[in-house]
């Protein structure tokens, strides 16, 4: 925990007066703003850059205020809060009156959340309300994982940020749809498919990447400037040697099964030693990679198991088709 008492103070003194706080949380960070403030949440839009149909998370600073945001809570999503929270899950629930449709991108859902962030769960203890906040970079954008991160990405742009040091996950929250009596992962992240099904007694569906479940998701997203291609193992070498050879900086990302591959054309490899680690570093690892100059990453995904399953899925789409204008 970086952040000083008198840090948080101001944070949430900056909240209450209509600001925009970045926060930290144990996957991202965060660009909060008070939910109740439609004036707020609507800035939140301006400075991302996002349309303002797609919907925000709102965060809580305990299981028991999880009533007074939403219209019902299923005996199913009960059992998931009491489980993961705090922790990386999001559950979609019915929105009660207390949120505004600037937040829900006009949705009757909301998304809800308990961060595990020392730093953000004094933030939102002091602050009282909820905190609505996407992860804080420019739309389509990789997101931030440390305090530096957030300042490069959005400079004045943001009010305070409050640094709680680098997050300890890497990836964003596991997203369930909770709303019915079959929930439904909407985006794999934090909190593994195996755990949610372990609680739950039953297997639960996962969107295929290639389909665009929810508003917010489109194919190109956590990009990096240079373009993602994805190989399997055993043609990386010979795929960052060809591109290397027509001018490309590459940068290359392998799996931990990966380690010890003989990568000799590129600019920076990264093989991070677990999955954990993989998913902790991803986003950084874009970062450094565009840092360095490099026009092309070249990356091979991990099984789909456990973390590897929103590894996959970030890296599916950092590749997917980019916008053309
Ligand atoms: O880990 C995280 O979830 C991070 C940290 C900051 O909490 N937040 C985050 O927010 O990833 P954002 O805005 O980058 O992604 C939120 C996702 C979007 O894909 C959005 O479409 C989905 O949540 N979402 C929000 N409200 C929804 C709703 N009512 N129904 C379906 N999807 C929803
Ligand atoms: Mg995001």
Redesign the pocket.
């Known amino acids: 925990m970086t952040a000083r008492t008198s840090d948080i103070e101001k944070a949430a003194g900056v909240l209450r007066s209509g600001g925009l706080v970045a926060i930290p ?1 144990e ?4 660009l909060g703003a008070d939910a109740e403030n439609p004036a707020a949440v609507s800035r939140i839009f301006q400075v991302k850059g996002r349309p303002p149909s ?4 709102v ?1 809580l600073g305990g299981s028991a205020q999880l009533d007074d945001w939403v219209e019902e809570v299923p005996t199913t999503a009960r059992l998931l809060a009491e489980h993961f929270w705090p922790g ?1 899950l ?1 559950l ?1 629930l019915r929105r009660g009156p207390r949120v505004p449709l600037e937040a ?1 991108g006009g ?1 009757e ?3 809800v ?1 308990v ?1 595990d962030h020392p730093v953000t769960r004094a933030l939102l203890a002091d602050f009282g309300g909820g905190v609505t ?3 804080a970079n420019r739309f389509g954008q990789v ?1 931030p994982t440390t305090a530096n991160d957030v300042r490069a990405e959005l400079g004045d742009a943001v009010d305070f940020v409050l640094d709680g040091g680098p997050c300890e996950v890497g990836v ?2 596991t ?1 369930v ?1 909770a709303t019915g009596g079959n929930p439904s992962i ?2 794999p ?2 909190v593994t498919r195996e755990d949610l099904e372990a609680v739950l007694g039953r297997p639960l569906p996962v969107p295929s990447t290639s389909r665009v479940r ?4 489109h194919p190109s997203h956590y990009a990096p400037r240079a373009r993602v291609v994805l190989v399997e193992p055993e043609k990386v070498v010979a795929e960052a040697e060809l591109a290397q050879e027509s001018g490309h900086r590459v940068g290359v990302l392998l799996p931990p099964s990966c380690a010890g591959t003989p990568v000799k054309a590129h600019t920076k490899v990264a093989v991070p030693g677990s999955t954990a680690a993989y998913a902790r570093g991803l986003y950084g690892f874009l970062r450094e990679f565009d840092q360095r100059g490099c026009d092309l990453v070249v990356a091979s995904l991990p099984t789909e198991e456990g973390l590897g399953l929103a590894i996959a899925n970030r890296l599916r789409r950092a590749a997917g088709p980019r916008p053309t204008a």
């Open positions: 949380t996957t991202v960070y965060g797609h919907p925000l998370i965060h990386p999001t979609v829900t949705l859902t909301v998304a959340r961060p906040a996407p992860s997101s964003e929250s997203i749809d909407l985006r992240g934090g929810v508003p917010g998701q």
